[in-house]
Nanobody, 124 residues
């Protein structure tokens, strides 16, 4: 059983930066591609970013490209999401997810395990 635990959420202002982290446990971390999704109130969960198993290829939603950076540390079993130039529309609960079979999956259905989420609020 894989357990994912996000941290780093909070309240920031427009233009600020924030770094989210996700701690992975329960299975060999390097066997899983990882992703970040977000869900704003009243909206569906949407893809933000993904990274392959060795951490050499990354994938981004168009609306975060150039502002968000996903990375992973296989030794520490963590995946991070560095966010800069944040906007009020980035306000959402951010979820970390692990994928056993795909790489760069952009659909929630591609992912096998999910964290509980961390809330990010960007004030204008």
């Amino acid at each position: 059983q894989v357990i994912l635990e996000e941290s780093g959420g909070g309240l920031v202002q427009t233009g600020d930066s924030l770094r989210l982290s996700c701690a992975f446990s329960g299975r060999p971390f390097s066997n899983y591609a990882m992703g970040w999704f977000r869900q704003a109130p009243g909206k569906e969960r949407e893809f933000v970013a993904a990274i392959d198993r060795p951490g050499t290829r990354t994938y981004y939603a168009d609306f975060v490209r150039g502002r968000f950076t996903i990375s992973r540390d296989n030794a520490k079993k963590t995946v991070n999401l560095q966010m800069i130039l944040m906007k009020p529309e980035d306000t959402a609960v951010y979820y970390c997810a692990a994928c056993a079979y795909y790489t760069g999956g952009t659909s929630p259905s591609h992912y096998n395990y999910w964290g509980q989420g961390t809330e990010v609020t960007v004030s204008s």
